[in-house]
């Protein structure tokens, strides 16, 4: 069955990095592009952007260009999301979501990566 | 960028209700449009996708119409698991940005 199964919860400090990963299972590695969305405490879901397997390459929404980086490990069938110079309003669960072969829809998710920035 | 807005943000309901959620598109997005299911603590769940497609394993008292700027999700016959928020998500470009909406909260009456 199709699993992805995201890495732990994390505490960082405000200008650190985080990085979260996303293991994939159950299908085809290179045939599904991984997104990212993020939700803050108590609000909605906020797309983050999305990475090929195949190429590695990437589209990030704009309010993330320059702070975030996708990648991917193909010999570990295993996607991260680094994002930098972290401020108290990156604070939000972090899911990595496969889009499926029709209508661009994320088909399956990861189970969430609570990300804390607190000093 | 293509803005999603939902109405209501949130509406009271009792089991057996039939309930509309609207969902509009600052501009055309054909039948690009999604719509997700998530209660507290957990991942979004996929319901309709392409504007009326029923997601496999979905029950068919959740149905999708619309296309172009306005949608809309129903729920024939509301079951007590069905409390949650509901959110849509266009994919019109799909090697661009997507948006959700902000979401719609079904709690009980």
């Known amino acids: 069955q199709v699993q992805l199964v995201q890495s732990g919860a994390e505490v960082k400090n405000p200008g650190a990095s985080v990085k979260v990963s996303c293991k994939t299972s159950g299908y085809t590695f290179s045939g599904y592009y991984i997104h990212w969305v993020r939700q803050a405490p108590g609000q909605g879901l906020e797309w983050m952007g999305w990475?090929?397997?195949?190429?590695?390459?990437?589209n990030y929404a704009q309010k993330f260009q320059g702070s975030v980086t996708l990648t991917r490990d193909t010999s570990i069938s295993t996607f991260y999301m680094e994002l930098s110079t972290l401020r108290s309003d990156d604070t939000a669960v972090y899911y990595c979501?496969?889009?499926?072969?029709?209508?661009?829809?994320?088909?399956?998710w990861g189970q969430g990566t609570q990300v804390t920035v607190s000093s | 960028d293509i803005q999603m807005t939902q109405s209501p943000s949130s509406l009271s309901a009792s089991v057996g209700d039939r309930v509309t959620i609207t969902c509009r598109a600052s501009q055309s997005i054909s039948s690009y449009l999604n719509w997700y299911q998530q209660k507290p603590g957990k991942a979004p769940k996929l319901l309709i996708y392409a504007a009326s497609g029923l997601e496999s394993g979905v029950p068919p008292r959740f149905s999708g119409s619309g296309s172009g700027t306005d949608f809309t999700l129903t729920i024939s016959s509301l079951q007590p698991e069905d409390f949650a928020t509901y959110y849509c998500?266009?994919?019109?470009?799909?090697?661009?940005?997507?948006?959700f909406g902000p979401g719609t909260k079904v709690d009980t009456k």
């Open positions: 998500q266009q994919t019109y470009n799909t090697l661009g940005e997507i948006t």
């Open positions: 990475i090929n397997p195949n190429s590695g390459g990437t």
């Open positions: 979501a496969r889009r499926g072969a029709v209508a661009s829809k994320f088909d399956y």
